[in-house]
């Protein structure tokens, strides 16, 4: 079965930099979420999206934008690098519907980000 | 918003020993799900369980609704199940449908 993909696996940046990571949910998920987890950490969520609209936010930063494009495919963008983003992004997806959440999360591998 | 509160923090079994994993939450949940995260990092989906009783091979899972609580067990543990066990879940209402999660039980098993 098809699972969530996550772009790139490891990415290393350094301080002041910008970087973009991309997901693709699984077919027919009409829902994707962020999440950011620290070492040591439990994951935190960022932020999701229904049918390409912005459905939720949580502690993200103002340095970090994301959108969800017609392909379903989203992208968290991510700028002026700082030590402390240095984590694990997970990308996650489902079939909710807006709001719903009583379906589950299908995470991707994750993508490991470092900042030097 | 929601709380979630996992018991213990750590464990430490040998080869071959059973165990049983607390997941604790504040509120009524729409979803509750436990997780895998290997020594990659990658989270492994264990179980989908907002209530009921599960079995998947060696795992099965229990939420009761009603009390607030989750248990996952874990039977005749092997060296790969070694990693952290996070549960995780979503709340009513304000809080969508993103998923908070415990701190998770980290399990080492030994051979």
């Known amino acids: 079965a098809a699972g969530v993909i996550q772009s790139p696996r490891h990415l290393i940046k350094e301080k002041r930099e910008t970087a973009t990571l991309k997901c693709y949910p699984i077919?027919?998920?009409?829902?994707v979420y962020w999440y950011q987890q620290g070492p040591g950490q439990d994951p935190q969520f960022l932020i999701s999206f229904y049918e390409k609209m912005q459905s939720d936010k949580g502690s993200i930063p103002d340095r970090f934008s994301a959108q969800q494009f017609s392909d379903y495919h989203s992208e968290l963008n991510m700028s002026s690098l700082e030590l402390g983003d240095s984590a694990l992004y997970f990308c996650?997806?489902?079939?909710?519907?807006f709001g719903g959440g009583d379906q589950p999360q299908h995470f991707g591998d994750g993508t490991r980000l470092s900042i030097l | 918003g929601i709380q979630v509160e996992q018991s213990p923090p750590d464990l430490i079994l040998q080869e071959g020993a059973n165990s049983t994993l607390r997941c604790n939450f504040s509120?009524?949940?729409?979803?509750l799900q436990w997780f895998h995260q290997n020594p990659w990092g990658q989270l492994i989906n264990l179980f989908y369980?907002?209530?009921g009783t599960k079995q998947n091979g060696r795992l099965s899972a229990t939420t009761v609704a009603t009390e607030r609580y989750s248990l996952l067990y874990i039977s005749s543990s092997q060296t790969t199940d070694s990693g952290v066990y996070f549960c995780?879940?979503?709340?009513?209402?304000?809080?969508?449908?993103?998923?908070?999660f415990g701190e998770g039980t980290q399990l080492t098993v030994n051979p």
């Open positions: 509120d009524s949940v729409n979803n």
């Open positions: 996650a997806s489902s079939a909710n519907g």
């Open positions: 077919p027919r998920h009409d829902t």
């Open positions: 995780a879940v979503v709340g009513p209402g304000a809080s969508g449908s993103r998923l908070t």
């Open positions: 369980i907002p209530s």
